[in-house]
């Protein structure tokens, strides 16, 4: 079945860069893309964008492209992402979620357990 | 981008009973081309990630139970639950994914009564 396991929980302080992994298994990685969502406590859930496991093209969401960077390794079936220049408001719980594509779209189908980022001086 | 509006916040149902939650979206995720709606509903109970319930408004996902039901089209949407079951109680998110950002509802907490 398909697995989806996030590394561990990170303190971070503001002005650095945290980079979390998604290791996928259950399933072919390269024919799927991986989204990146974010929960910040008391917000609505936010979507960052997503990395093709394939080809390994990027989507990044407008709010996030200056700072954040999808990475995959296909032969580890892991992937990255990377965020820059971290401040308080980017403390949250950040989700890999297993991308399908249909119909020209890509519907998050199963999510990681989630990676809690706290961004404090 | 396009904004997700869920109603109500949250409500309390008796057991056996219809959940209804409503999402309406600030422009239409109707793609006229194929007639599909881009829009998912997810489940996401206390402490566990998100699980996809529906897509394309109105498909349900492999192996969820079919007292959920997902209808509507373009900009408005309903997410029923026909019989609740003790096990529902979670907070419900609609999300759009017609274009990017794909965003999503603040979501509905849905409790027994």
């Known amino acids: 079945q398909v697995h989806l396991v996030q590394s561990g929980a990170a303190v971070k302080k503001p002005g650095a860069s945290v980079k979390v992994s998604c290791k996928a298994s259950?399933?072919?990685?390269?024919?799927?893309?991986m989204y990146w969502m974010r929960q910040a406590p008391g917000q609505r859930l936010e979507c960052m964008g997503w990395?093709?496991?394939?080809?390994?093209?990027?989507k990044y969401s407008h709010k996030f492209q200056d700072r954040v960077t999808f990475t995959r390794d296909t032969s580890a079936t892991t992937s990255y992402m990377e965020l820059s220049s971290l401040r308080s408001d980017d403390t949250a719980l950040y989700y890999c979620?297993?991308?399908?594509?249909?119909?020209?779209?890509?519907?998050?189908?199963?999510w990681g357990p989630g990676t809690l980022v706290t961004v404090s001086s | 981008d396009i904004v997700m509006t869920q109603s109500p916040d949250s409500l309390a149902v008796s057991l056996g009973e219809r959940a209804t939650i409503n999402c309406k979206s600030s422009?239409?995720?109707?793609?006229?081309?194929?007639?599909?709606?881009?829009l998912s509903w997810y489940q996401q109970k206390p402490g566990q990630p998100p699980k996809l319930l529906i897509y394309?408004?109105?498909t349900r996902e492999s192996g969820v139970p079919d007292r959920f039901s997902g209808s509507g089209s373009a900009t408005d949407f309903t997410l029923t639950i026909s019989s609740l079951q003790a096990e529902d109680v979670a907070v419900y998110y609609c999300?759009?994914?017609?274009?990017?950002?794909?965003?999503f509802g603040q979501g509905t907490k849905v409790e027994i009564k």
């Open positions: 259950g399933y072919i990685f390269t024919n799927y893309e």
């Open positions: 394309w408004a109105s």
């Open positions: 990395i093709n496991g394939g080809n390994g093209n990027t």
């Open positions: 999300q759009q994914y017609y274009s990017t950002p794909q965003t």
């Open positions: 422009q239409s995720v109707l793609y006229r081309s194929n007639n599909k709606n881009y």
């Open positions: 979620a297993r991308g399908r594509s249909e119909f020209g779209a890509v519907i998050a189908d199963f």
